[in-house]
């Protein structure tokens, strides 16, 4: 069975930090670029940071440069989302997400998606 599973949420006050993990099972990401997307309650869903299949492509929403950053480990058939300096706007549930090769930024070309993971961040 192919699955994606995220972890890392949770609550954290203004500036603080969390990671965040997407690991697969029932398959291998080596050939996947993994999507990260959010959605907060009454909002669409966003695209909030990508990383290609080789690892050497990696994309950012404008409201999270420089603040997030996501990296891969494929031994561990893992991804990560680093979030450093979280503001109350990015609350939401985080999902990741996984396709073929190479990014996109429509999340309607992503064939696999994890059930997702809240980040509330607030004091």
């Known amino acids: 069975q192919l699955q994606l599973v995220e972890s890392g949420g949770g609550l954290v006050q203004p500036g603080g930090s969390l990671r965040l993990s997407c690991a697969a099972s029932g398959f291998t990401l080596d050939y996947y670029a993994i999507g990260w997307f959010r959605q907060a309650p009454g909002k669409e869903r966003e695209g909030v940071s990508c990383i290609s299949s080789s690892g050497g492509s990696t994309y950012y929403a404008d409201s999270v440069k420089g603040r997030f950053t996501i990296s891969r480990d494929d031994a561990k058939n893992t991804v990560y989302l680093h979030m450093n300096s979280l503001k109350p706007e990015d609350t939401a549930g985080y999902y990741c997400?996984?396709?073929?090769?190479?990014?996109?930024?429509?999340?309607?070309?992503?064939?696999?998606w994890g059930q997702g993971t809240q980040v509330t961040v607030s004091s």
């Open positions: 997400a996984a396709r073929h090769l190479d990014c996109s930024s429509s999340s309607d070309e992503y064939d696999y």
